[in-house]
């Protein structure tokens, strides 16, 4: 069968095309904030089971909610019109904020839905963290939550590389997702994501611990990342070095092993390629579809930058600041990358290899990180209106005026709670 009569394929770019938004509508940003559920006086993880686990918070929460999802009598998501709650693997909570034109409103958003679950939490003992490694509970004693599709994904990720169970179940991340407004609008913020990816990746370092030691390399997330199972997280590679399209991101999504069927109870090797060669998938099977790749910079309906760790709420609200004044208006941000060799994949992961050993300090043709991120950060100030610059300032002060980054201070608020590093 030729590839453009498969039904899988025709469907994902028919999902992708039905995300452009109209020139007429508001750029508007999408906020997803992972947090660690943990003790507040360990800090060890707390698990989904049990009278003060997971669930039992969910549960508690269910009734201010429209949405509830169960399997059998147990939570596993909420939602209402602002926010869904969502768990990941080993039960880092997820608050998934709408899309919003205006970052006070995602603030608002936030706020309130720290106002709902502070104080279940704080009478149970609990609290929420925001690190992009667990401080202390290391992955062989953290328990899966009870959903197939992470079991069956765990099982998959053991036989495609070193840190599968190290990404679902020890992580957590920051991401922001923004609107793209045609397929040629789409190519060019895709690339800018994939390029910047070095720095906006160092600038939310958020990691100073990896099971439970002190973890002295930088940006652990894209480590962990690049030893997954690079046939459905490696698409960034192929944005930058060839022919980014709607037709190749859907080929993309479609071609790798699904894990597990939408619907069913067990995994499975093929492909939504061949699932769905002869037979038009619906509008949720799509979306599981591609739901199942995890490039860092990921296409649905809108696209996601995935590339951050789980960051404290002012400072993850710094950075969707930034992320607005750099993709709002994406000429000045195109404009100083073409100034640096910073263009193909292997450019990427040579910046990405001397950050990794160097932090700040690292230089790219003999520019360090720093000074680039602090000229970032002036292209996106410059596209800020006055109020929007005033969230900017949080991380913009740490990192370029402080030269520090959050796992500095993060790591510095541990060693006060206990010894941990």
């Not at 001397?354 to 690292?362: D, F, H, P, R, V």
Request: proline share 4%; aromatic share 10%.
């Amino acid at each position: 069968m030729n590839k453009s009569e498969n039904k899988a394929i025709a469907a994902a770019k028919a999902y992708i095309e039905g995300g452009i938004k109209s020139q007429y509508e508001k750029f508007s940003l999408g906020l997803e904030l992972e947090h660690f559920l943990v003790d507040a006086k360990t800090l060890r993880s707390i698990e989904y089971f049990g009278e003060n686990g997971v669930a039992a918070v969910m549960e508690e929460l269910s009734p201010h909610f429209e949405t509830v999802v169960r399997k059998d009598e147990f939570v596993l998501a909420l939602g209402n019109d602002d926010y869904t709650i969502t768990l990941e693997p080993a039960a880092q909570l997820e608050i998934s904020i709408r899309p919003c034109s205006d970052i006070a409103e995602i603030v608002r958003i936030y706020k309130d839905f720290r106002c709902l679950i502070d104080p279940v939490l704080n009478k149970r003992g609990l609290k929420l963290i925001n690190l992009g490694y667990h401080p202390v509970s290391k992955v062989d004693d953290l328990p899966l939550i009870p959903k197939d599709r992470y079991k069956f994904m765990y099982n998959h990720f053991a036989k495609t590389g070193r840190y599968g169970k190290n990404m679902m179940k020890g992580t957590a991340a920051t991401q922001v997702s923004i609107d793209y407004y045609s397929e040629k609008d789409f190519i060019k913020k895709y690339k800018i994501a994939c390029r910047l990816s070095p720095f906006l990746s160092l600038l939310s370092d958020n990691a100073p611990v990896f099971e439970g030691a002190e973890n002295k390399e930088f940006i652990l997330r894209t480590k962990l990342w690049r030893d997954v199972d690079t046939a459905r997280t490696d698409y960034c590679g192929f944005a930058c070095d060839a022919g980014i399209s709607f037709d190749s991101y859907a080929d993309f999504v479609t071609a790798s092993p699904l894990i597990v069927e939408y619907g069913e109870t067990g995994c499975t090797t093929k492909s939504a390629q061949e699932i769905y060669a002869d037979e038009e998938p619906a509008q949720e099977e799509v979306r599981h579809i591609f739901s199942m790749s995890f490039p860092t910079v990921r296409l649905k309906t809108y696209i996601e930058i995935r590339y951050a760790d789980s960051l404290s709420p002012d400072l993850a609200v710094s950075y969707v600041a930034l992320i607005k004044g750099l993709f709002e208006n994406t000429e000045d941000i195109e404009s100083y990358l073409n100034t640096l060799p910073i263009s193909t994949l292997e450019d990427i992961k040579n910046a990405e290899n001397e950050i990794m050993k160097k932090g700040l300090s690292a230089e790219i043709s003999g520019i360090t990180a720093t000074d680039i991120i602090k000229k970032v950060f002036s292209v996106a100030e410059k596209n800020l209106n006055a109020g929007e610059r005033e969230y900017l300032k949080p991380l913009k002060k740490l990192v370029c005026e402080e030269k520090r980054l959050p796992r500095e201070t993060a790591a510095t608020r541990l060693k006060e709670c206990c010894s941990l590093v």
